[in-house]
């Protein structure tokens, strides 16, 4: 036995998401990334391509798509609309269908919009503290509904893989807008 205690090589702010060290990544996306998943393409053609619309830190400490594994990550998405759509991930299916993954909000408000491959959508509000299982076959996407970064954890299998092609193709069944200062689900 290694009688020697290690220092773990990895650090994660419980206050903040932040995640520092060893195995993590950081995925950035802005919003000339994913312009085509917005309602309003007119809207889109006005605004700043290069602005920040998410950042993904994630720890991984396995392969991608090894069994038995997991990830950990935190996702911090930027107040704002693209006309009156609220900012938003890309959202995915897993592409290993039946493997669920938990979100928790850090910080900010926002809404969970979790669709079956039926396209039935619910959608569960995310404030300090809120937990969120998402189970498998469920495609799930975040939006910010406040006026400050929208900071989620998340973690996942190792093997569950990103189906972003069927979201790309045909999107989600509902929409999330601001109308007068409320959140508002419309299908399209
Ligand atoms: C969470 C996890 C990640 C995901 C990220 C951003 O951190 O679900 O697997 O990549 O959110 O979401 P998306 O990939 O849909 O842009
Ligand atoms: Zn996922």
């Given at each position: 036995m290694n009688s020697k205690i290690m220092k773990v090589a990895t650090i994660y702010s419980t206050m903040t998401g932040r995640l520092k060290g060893e195995d993590v990544k950081e995925t950035v996306r802005k919003l000339?990334?994913?312009a085509g998943i917005f309602e309003d393409q007119?809207?889109?053609k006005t605004m700043d391509m290069d602005m920040l619309?998410?950042?993904v830190e994630s720890h991984h400490p396995v392969d991608e798509g090894k069994s038995g594994g997991l990830f950990f990550g935190t996702?911090?998405?930027q107040?704002?609309?693209v006309g009156s759509e609220y900012f938003m991930t890309k959202g995915h299916f897993h592409s290993n269908r039946d493997t669920a993954e938990y979100y928790w909000c850090i910080s900010g408000q926002g809404c969970l919009l979790l669709m079956d491959e039926e396209g039935e959508v619910t959608a569960e509000s995310m404030e300090e503290g809120s937990l969120h299982y998402i189970p498998g076959n469920i495609a799930h996407r975040i939006a910010n509904t406040g006026d400050s970064e929208l900071v989620v954890g998340a973690c996942w299998p190792s093997d569950a893989g990103h189906d972003y092609g069927t979201i790309a193709e045909s999107g989600f069944?509902?929409?999330l807008f601001d109308?007068?200062?409320?959140p508002t689900l419309r299908k399209g």
């Open positions: 000339g990334d994913i007119n809207a889109v619309a998410y950042r996702s911090y998405l107040a704002g609309k069944s509902y929409r109308v007068d200062g409320v």
